[in-house]
């Protein structure tokens, strides 16, 4: 058995709230629509990854999702030109990360990151 893909489910009272971050922000496709849920895709092949953390590295919390770009400055300037506040960074990190943290409309601690 191998496992094909993971898929992160975010509990959302509305789930068309989250459209501009996910579409606009981080240009995601809306793939799929049933009303109490939607998800949103890339056409990126991706490895599977699970991360369990008991903090998100450089003291802080661990982060609801890790996103990683192709273009940190870019999603930076998005989310300013959005008016989302940056909750940590951008930093380097020793571990060979550049990222900072924002918040979903949900509430959700998002970590964008770049590999450098």
Request: aromatic share 6%.
């Amino acid at each position: 058995m191998h496992v094909k893909r993971i898929i992160a489910n975010l509990a959302a009272p509305d789930p068309s709230a989250v459209d501009g971050f996910y579409r606009e922000i981080l240009g995601l496709e809306l793939a799929m629509d049933h009303g109490w849920i939607r998800t949103y895709a890339g056409d990126a092949r991706m490895s599977v990854q699970v991360s369990i953390a008991s903090e998100g590295g450089s003291g802080t919390p661990v982060p609801d999702l890790s996103i990683e770009v192709d273009d940190l400055d870019e999603a930076l300037r998005r989310v300013h030109r959005a008016g989302i506040p940056v909750e940590y960074g951008p930093a380097h990190e020793p571990w060979g990360v550049r990222r900072f943290y924002v918040r979903d409309p949900l509430g959700k601690l998002v970590n964008l990151l770049q590999h450098e």
